[in-house]
């Protein structure tokens, strides 16, 4: 069932468990996380970039496919809107009914991003919309995700408390679209970051984290874990295979069902090294 992105995290949050947010930017990705979150029994929040966005040309015929696919499931599934710029977007988003949207104002200056993210979330909440935002502690090309970024817990609390966000994305190590899984998070961070911040933590650019440590962050005090790179390698890996296989097939069912499935079983496994149940 379609269920407000604030009921999903702040419960995990209340009970030290972590949360799945995958991106979606093909149906079968919205299909696939579903029946994913299904089979683990534990709820999903289904993510839809700017990006993807810009891809397709426009959210709304993407972003309704997620939210029904999301009303037809048998576990809860949220629909967020994933590091957006363009406040016009953003309102889109809570036009179409999407529970969240992330505010990405992380390359501006601290008052620049303050003053926009406060804006965003003055909009949102009148509209009952949870907002997730992001605070980085060095700029430049890579933004807060590059691997040497750092989120201070001082200002992170301060931040908070200036925006009124619901969620923070902080930078612990992690960096986005990494294809190896080795990236060396700072689990003493979380915990301070986890200690000092009263809202729920999100860690972007979390396929280039090994399975132990996904476990080890949300113990540190992670809650909502952003996943996209590790689907497309299993997407990907699947449609080569069976293309490899099948040279004859020409039916875009055949070879992007194998790519569903194939998700589907990443993600059921993936909910489960996150405690998502
Ligand atoms: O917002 C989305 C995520 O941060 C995904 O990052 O592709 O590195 O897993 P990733
Ligand atoms: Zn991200």
Do not use: F, I
């Given at each position: 069932m379609l269920t407000p992105t604030a009921e999903i995290v702040d419960a995990a949050a209340r009970a030290g468990r972590g949360v799945g947010a995958f991106n979606v930017i093909q149906l079968e990705h919205a299909e696939a996380l579903v029946a994913g979150a299904e089979a683990a029994g534990a709820p999903v929040v289904l993510q839809i970039s700017e990006n993807a966005v810009r891809y397709h040309g426009s959210l709304a015929p993407l972003g309704s496919a997620a939210l029904a696919v999301a009303r037809a499931s048998a576990t809860a599934v949220a629909v967020h809107l994933d590091h957006a710029t363009d406040v016009s977007l953003v309102h889109e988003a809570v036009r179409l009914g999407f529970g969240s949207v992330m505010y990405d104002a992380s390359t501006m200056s601290y008052a620049d991003n303050v003053a926009s993210t406060s804006d965003v979330v003055a909009h949102c909440h009148a509209h009952g919309v949870y907002v997730e935002a992001e605070l980085g502690a060095v700029g430049g090309?890579?933004?807060?995700?590059?691997?040497g970024a750092r989120t201070d817990p001082d200002e992170a609390r301060g931040y908070v408390e200036a925006t009124g966000v619901d969620a923070l994305a902080v930078a612990v190590g992690t960096s986005h679209?990494?294809?190896?899984?080795d990236a060396a998070i700072d689990l003493e961070l979380i915990a301070r970051l986890h200690a000092a911040v009263p809202v729920p933590l999100v860690l972007h650019g979390s396929s280039g984290v090994p399975d132990a440590d996904l476990t080890r962050a949300v113990a540190a005090g992670m809650t909502k874990i952003n996943i996209a790179t590790q689907l497309n390698k299993t997407f990907t890996a699947a449609v080569r295979a069976y293309l490899a296989s099948n040279?004859?097939?020409?039916?875009t069912r055949k070879y992007l069902g194998a790519g569903r499935a194939a998700v589907a079983a990443e993600v059921a496994r993936l909910l489960g090294v996150l405690g998502a149940r």
């Open positions: 090309k890579d933004g807060v995700h590059a691997p679209a990494m294809l190896t899984r040279p004859e097939v020409v039916d």
